[in-house]
């Protein structure tokens, strides 16, 4: 079992930036791929981006619609951390955002594990 800690959220303007960080305990890490969801005020939660295992057949990138160009998933097995880089923020990218991992390789993942405390982001207009 993969244990995780998010941090990095805040308030931003919108056009600003933030730099999301999953911190994760467990054997595991380097061989499960990796995700970032969030839950907006109102709405279900909802997939972000993900990130299949670094150097196996998972490897590569997935990215909602709705941030794609703007937002970057990134892991550094080294460090058992995520990172969930955001540029050019908007409103409408304002939620709590969760990291998960599945319970393969590949980038195609739902999430496996139980659900940490989330980091908040506001971003104001």
């Known amino acids: 079992q993969v244990q995780l800690v998010e941090s990095g959220g805040g308030l931003v303007q919108a056009g600003g930036s933030l730099r999301l960080s999953c911190a994760a305990t467990?054997?595991?890490?380097?061989?499960?791929?990796m995700g970032w969801f969030r839950q907006a005020p109102g709405k279900e939660r909802v997939f972000v981006a993900t990130?299949?295992?670094?150097?196996?057949?998972?490897?590569?990138?997935i990215y909602a619609d709705s941030v794609k160009g703007r937002f970057t998933i990134s892991r550094d097995n080294a460090k058992n951390t995520v990172y969930l880089q955001m540029n050019n923020l908007k409103p409408e990218d304002t939620a709590v955002y969760y990291c998960?991992?599945?319970?393969?390789?590949?980038?195609?993942?739902?999430?496996?594990?139980?659900w940490g405390q989330g980091t908040q982001v506001t971003v104001s207009s």
């Open positions: 990130i299949g295992a670094i150097g196996g057949s998972g490897a590569g990138t």
């Open positions: 998960n991992a599945g319970s393969g390789p590949w980038a195609t993942m739902t999430p496996s594990g139980s």
């Open positions: 467990g054997r595991t890490f380097s061989s499960v791929a």
